[in-house]
């Protein structure tokens, strides 16, 4: 595979990736998905404007204009043969290099990688279960409302839900309101309109969540997992596999009903 690192397009396999850097040794950097599909990048700009945002937040210079990125991207998936192919894309950039200790230099240089790789398996509304997690999701952080590399809570509380018999994981934050799944946003419809959680509960801003918001397709509001479980229809979206509908949350199960095929109508029309 074809990658671009650092200023070059070079195989996966001769990448030296350096053992001070930061992403590696202390989980300091931000990455990013997004689809290519049907010959064109899926919600680009709010991914690039999503990327420069935590860029900005956790103060690592990235001067990449949304152009020239594009165009980065576009020639690793050429380079790679996937040009008429699905792709999941993934930028990752990490503030690099520095010696010992966890304080922040101003002249490191960020480390910038885009790797490609083609979707084989298509989970667009295949129902899903999931399983409410243990670990609570911190509201506070950093870690929550931005797309960091820090993802050990996700990892580990999909983990769990898997050792369950679940999908997914259902994160509750400190204040025990529904939250998110472990790589995607929650939806839910109450009394005929469907409600997404406020990013102050701590949960990230996905580009469809977004997109939907800003179409007025969904509003914003807190639940908890009690009154989520009176819902008719719950369903969760990310950038790859477009929308899922949720088929169990613990013991409580819901159907596919109409506004879930709505959503997934109007989204297959944006290319996902």
């Known amino acids: 595979m074809i990658v671009y ?63 020239s990125l594009e165009n980065k991207i576009i020639r690793v998936i050429k380079k790679n043969k996937l040009i008429g192919d699905r792709v999941s894309i993934r930028i990752t950039i990490t503030r690099g290099n520095s010696e010992r200790g966890i304080d922040i230099s101003p002249n490191t240089e960020p480390a910038f990688l885009i790797t490609v790789n083609k979707i084989v398996s298509d989970f667009k509304m295949l129902p899903v279960k999931l399983y409410v997690s243990k670990i609570l999701r911190n509201e506070t952080s950093i870690t929550s409302q931005h797309k960091t590399i820090n993802y050990l809570d996700n990892i580990l509380a999909k983990n769990e839900a898997k050792k369950n018999e679940y999908d997914d994981v259902l994160f509750l934050n400190s204040k025990k309101k529904a939250c998110c799944a472990s790589t995607s946003n929650l939806f839910y419809l109450e009394r005929g309109k469907i409600y997404t959680p406020p990013l102050k509960d701590g949960v990230l801003n996905g580009t469809i969540r977004e997109i939907l918001i800003s179409k007025k397709k969904v509003a914003v509001k807190s639940i908890t997992l009690n009154n989520l479980k009176n819902c008719n229809e719950i369903f969760i979206t990310n950038s790859i596999f477009g929308i899922r509908p949720v088929a169990k949350i613990g013991k409580q199960k819901f159907k596919v009903g109409q506004k879930i095929n709505e959503i997934n109508d109007f989204l297959t029309k944006l290319g996902l």
């Open 5 to 67: 690192y650092n200023g070059k397009f070079i195989d996966e396999r001769k990448v030296n990736f350096s053992i001070k850097d930061r992403g590696l040794l202390l989980g300091d950097g931000v990455f990013e998905t997004i689809l290519y599909n049907r010959n064109k990048l899926i919600l680009f700009n709010l991914h690039f404007l999503r990327l420069k945002n935590s860029l900005k937040k956790i103060s690592i210079k990235f001067n990449e204009n949304k152009k």
